[in-house]
């Protein structure tokens, strides 16, 4: 039965793959495509223009071998730890981040999350997928949930639209309702590490029907944006004394200041 499921899926996959490319033509003389981040024209929908493509900061090797974070060029090429992992072990398997956070993919966020653009996902899916490894079939995809009068007000949970074009890229199984936000929280900006985490603690659980499903997996927990790491260390935590094997954190964009500028002089220099 499964089988004969997933067969239906792709052959729908594969109908909705000619509608799209049909009707494109037509898409672009009703819509212009324009750049989602500086509105300058392009020459299809679903990417960016040159110039801010060439703005996106994309973190890779060197890096720290506990969270990925970029070291500058010199680097040692094994057991690379950075400091902060060093004065306290993360308690995550790893974080995949799309980009560095900067201004290019702070509009594409903004635009995303805020400016109700949803048809960013598949672009922000994109390079997020690019940073997470294919075949792993035990793989389940973990959006970071909204308490639901955010959801209400918003009308969508961001990192659940990245999470089912995660899916689409066959990064893993969307369990899209695994975590439960069980009580609203305010913004965390400003607030110290200590304080962000007594915000955030006790405020996010796993769903008592979706433990069975999450023993013994490994989880790819998905959000828009990584900054302080309050929120998705506090999901980490729930996820593990569910069962979880691992926990690898995926993103967008991560907030790292102090790597942005070896990352961007590296980009810059190629």
Known sequence: MQARHDIGMGRLAIIGKHLREGSAPVVNLVYPPRCPACGDAIGEHGGLCQECWSDLAIPGDPCCSLCQRPFGEGSPEQERICAPC?????????????????????????????????????????????????????RLIVPVPLHRWRLWTRGFNQAALLGRELERAGRGRLLVEALERTR????????????????????????????????????????????????????????KRA??????????????????????????SQ
């Open 184 to 239: 609203a929280t305010p913004s965390l900006g400003g607030m110290g590490a200590k304080a962000r985490a007594k915000v955030v603690g006790g405020a996010i659980k796993v769903r008592a029907p979706m433990v069975a499903q999450l023993e013994g997996r490994d989880i790819l927990l998905v959000d828009d944006v990584l900054t302080s790491g309050a929120t998705s260390e506090a999901c980490v935590r729930v996820l």
């Open 243 to 268: 069962g979880a094997k691992s926990v690898v954190i995926c993103c967008f964009s991560r907030v790292l200041d102090e790597a942005l500028g070896s990352a961007t002089q590296k980009r810059r």
């Open 86 to 138: 060093l004065g306290k072990k993360p308690i995550h398997d790893g974080i995949a981040a799309g980009t560095l956070y900067t201004d290019v993919s702070r509009k594409l966020v903004l635009g995303f999350k805020h400016g109700r653009k949803i048809g960013l996902a598949p672009l922000l899916a994109r390079l997020m997928a690019a940073r997470v490894p294919t075949g792993s079939e035990r």
